[in-house]
């Protein structure tokens, strides 16, 4: 193999094919997003509060699980799957729902995304900790035996 001489007075370039500028992938849109309306609803149904502690809520969880990047089922925003807790996925609340999964799904926090015939209405929120239960309902309203009263619980 034949070298070419290298003149004194020539730059390398900075960049050449294997030195390229490392770029950012594209986040891929989340399949079936949330519709503001309802987020909106969930928000104003729950006050603004987490319905787990009652410290000021900033999330809105997902009782049915949906999955690495979403799902197709347009159910899954219904009312009555949604709830605002406090914290993310990983704190507060939210994080206690998505590390405790089995208790969660005891008390009604989580549901199993395999029973497609249950009616999520008839399943109510509970507590560890105290005796009153909540149902959340398809139209927004919540149910509460405590007292026994349709409207805001």
Known sequence: ???TP???SSILPRRTPLTRARSRPTPRPKRNPLPPD?????VERDRGRCRRCGDRGVSVHHRIPRGMGGTRWEGIHSPALLVVLCGDGTTGCHGWVESNRA????LGWLLSRH???LDPQQIPLRWSDRPDRLYLHHDGTTTSDWPTERGDA
């Not at 309802?38 to 969930?42: A, G, S, W």
């Not at 208790?103 to 005891?106: D, Y």
């Open 6 to 8: 290298l003149a004194r």
């Open 103 to 106: 208790e969660a799904r005891l």
């Open 115 to 117: 029973l497609f015939d």
């Open 38 to 42: 309802v987020h909106r609803l969930v």
């Open 1 to 3: 193999m034949r070298r």
